[in-house]
């Protein structure tokens, strides 16, 4: 196929769907929509003592760029701080909206996305699930199994 936005690799990426499901104990929450186009993503995180992720989980009901990005999350997520979700998420869209390089390693694989760089209306498919990890993070959202 040579559509960029629909390389076997994207593909891949998206059909392995790594993280997906729920965590049954969840220390956050975090929803990312995108009214545009109708994706949305919910992920849940668990953290270890010291406040990094140690587990994570998405459901996302999205294009497979989405599905895709979700999926690199779900693989390489494990041991990142918000700190460290907000340095991707700033190197991500630097990609997309400058050319910039990917991001380093464990998350070069955005470098598989790049294709989406022409195609501005589908940045934003490319960043939610790293959005929805962030509001998980930053805000004061229960546990599933509390509310």
Known sequence: MSDPLYRKEIMRLAADAQGAG???????????????????????????????????????????????????????LKGASEDDVKHLLANVKAMLRDGAPPPDAPFAVYSDLAGAVSFAARHRCVLLPIEAVLTAMTSETPKPDSV
């Open 22 to 76: 729920k965590l049954e104990n969840a220390d956050a929450c975090g929803v990312a929509h995108n009214p545009a186009c109708g994706d949305k993503v919910e992920v849940q995180l668990a953290y270890d003592t010291g406040g990094c992720i140690a587990a994570f989980a998405h459901e996302t009901k999205a294009c497979v760029l989405t599905q895709a990005s979700a999926s690199i999350l779900g693989a390489h």
